[in-house]
């Protein structure tokens, strides 16, 4: 390649609420070296900890570039962090400080964005034109992948699929709306759904309704999908609504976009034989003109936790590799 060759080694972090995890991926997507971290609260701290993270792996690999998956609207230039709920930073040009920090180039990057490049590149979605992600976990995130490109949208924020309206003055969402699709298909939309069945004929699952009388706080979603693969009939009863949802919103999705291929991501995802095969029938019941149309393939994602910080690592060499290429060779001297 021109200008200084390919790049063998990147490092993709995925930068959440909660935990900093960061690996050294190769051109393969394969992972060869992992760190992790709890997140600072504040956005000095946060840089501190990015900083020395990355070169601790610096310490042990030659790295080329980084490349930050975060849960949060990332600027069309792919530097500046916008906004992000869990995070301390807003309007903040995070590429910059790091890169300055670090000497090495870093590129930002929405996470569900980050998570569609690692599948398309070696994973579920590899072979697909038109593609959308849907991460299913305590909300929605969403990534639209248009003729093989990500499509960011005019200023960087685009898809907000789980923000989509599907229940006129339904349930209050985090966003400040009511009735968005993540509030009836997600994570937090199963405890939600079971304690609403349940708070309307109780004796009908003993088992999740001691767990929710004993602790409601602590009823989670993996919960509810753990009685379902039990037989618990209020969790299987979640399921089957969870899998009509599902199904609906994919098909507003299709309406939208249509794709060849959904690819359904997240930590929901991982009980999907509860619920995809309901959902593949709701989707094409559901969607516009099904009898004259070919329907999107459904599947669900395959490189797991790690989807984010393969796609991170390999959209930050791609970044790098492109402006390699754009470096003009000087000739040669005779």
């Given at each position: 390649m021109r200008g200084g060759g390919s790049v063998s080694l990147t490092v993709g972090i995925d930068l959440g609420g909660t935990n900093i995890r960061a690996s050294v991926v190769d051109s393969a997507g394969e992972v060869l070296d992992t760190v992790t971290a709890p997140t600072p609260q504040s956005a000095r701290a946060l840089e501190d900890c990015l900083a020395r993270t990355v070169r601790e792996l610096c310490g042990r690999h030659a790295i080329g570039a980084v490349g930050l998956a975060v849960a949060g609207f990332v600027d069309e230039d792919r530097a500046t962090v916008r906004f992000a709920p869990?995070?301390?930073?807003?309007?903040?040009?995070?590429?910059?400080?790091?890169?300055?920090?670090?000497?090495?180039?870093?590129?930002?990057?929405?996470?569900?964005?980050?998570?569609?490049?690692?599948?398309?590149?070696?994973?579920?979605?590899?072979?697909?034109?038109?593609?959308?992600?849907?991460?299913?976990?305590?909300?929605?995130?969403?990534?639209?992948l248009a003729n093989g490109q990500l499509y960011r949208g005019s200023f960087g924020v685009a898809p907000e699929l789980g923000h989509l309206q599907v229940v006129p003055q339904g349930r209050p969402c985090a966003c400040g709306k009511r009735g968005c699709w993540e509030r009836y298909c997600s994570?937090?939309?199963?405890?939600?759904?079971?304690?609403?069945?349940?708070?309307?004929?109780?004796?009908?699952?003993?088992?999740?309704?001691?767990?929710?009388?004993?602790?409601?706080?602590?009823?989670?979603?993996?919960?509810?999908?753990?009685?379902?693969?039990?037989?618990?009939?209020?969790?299987?009863?979640?399921?089957?609504?969870?899998?009509?949802w599902l199904g609906l919103g994919l098909a507003f999705v299709s309406d939208l976009f249509d794709p060849d291929l959904i690819v359904v991501a997240g930590g929901v995802s991982t009980s999907a034989p509860l619920f995809l095969d309901d959902a593949r029938e709701h989707y094409a019941a559901s969607i516009t003109g099904a009898r004259h149309r070919r329907l999107a393939r459904i599947r669900t994602a395959q490189l797991g936790e790690a989807a984010g910080m393969i796609g991170a690592a390999e959209l930050a060499r791609a970044a790098l590799e492109a402006q390699r290429d754009a470096v003009p060779v000087a000739p040669a001297r005779r």
């Open positions: 869990h995070l301390p930073w807003e309007d903040a040009p995070v590429a910059q400080r790091l890169t300055d920090r670090l000497g090495l180039p870093v590129i930002l990057e929405h996470d569900a964005n980050a998570a569609m490049w690692a599948e398309y590149r070696f994973g579920a979605a590899a072979g697909g034109r038109n593609v959308v992600l849907v991460a299913i976990g305590t909300g929605i995130g969403a990534a639209l994570g937090t939309a199963l405890v939600d759904t079971a304690l609403e069945m349940l708070a309307t004929d109780p004796q009908r699952s003993t088992v999740l309704a001691r767990e929710a009388g004993r602790d409601p706080g602590s009823f989670t979603g993996r919960r509810v999908a753990g009685a379902a693969q039990d037989g618990d009939l209020v969790a299987l009863d979640v399921m089957a609504d969870f899998a009509r």
